[in-house]
């Protein structure tokens, strides 16, 4: 079983940034693929973004080129870093856990509780 807790979140005007952090127990890190993912209100979830378990990126074409996410395997540690912030990123953001290095489906095993990132304009 993996727990997940994700911090960092908070407000931010647009054209800032902010880094979330994801720690991870329970498991064995490195050998899962890990995912951000996030859901404002009246929204459906929207994946954000994975990282297999040797750093290799895929992301979200709502957030390529600004969020750049990685993971320090010796920390148990994920990491979002969002730059360029628009209002539109505005959501509750969730770390989560899917089992297998190379992990390429969007079903993820384990959750953590989400952080709060607002955007103002």
């Known amino acids: 079983q993996v727990q997940l807790a994700e911090s960092g979140g908070g407000s931010v005007q647009a054209g800032g940034s902010l880094r979330l952090s994801c720690a991870a127990s329970?498991?064995?890190?490195?050998?899962?693929?890990m995912g951000w993912f996030r859901q404002a209100p009246g929204t459906a979830r929207e994946f954000v973004g994975r990282v297999w378990g040797g750093g290799s990126t895929w992301y979200a074409d709502s957030v390529k080129g600004r969020f750049t996410i990685s993971r320090d395997n010796a920390k148990n540690t994920l990491y979002l870093q969002m730059n360029s912030l628009k209002s539109e990123d505005t959501a509750i953001y969730y770390c989560a856990a899917a089992r297998g290095e190379y992990y390429s489906g969007r079903r993820y095993d384990y959750w953590g509780q989400g952080t709060q990132v607002t955007v103002s304009s």
């Open positions: 329970g498991g064995t890190f490195s050998s899962y693929t």
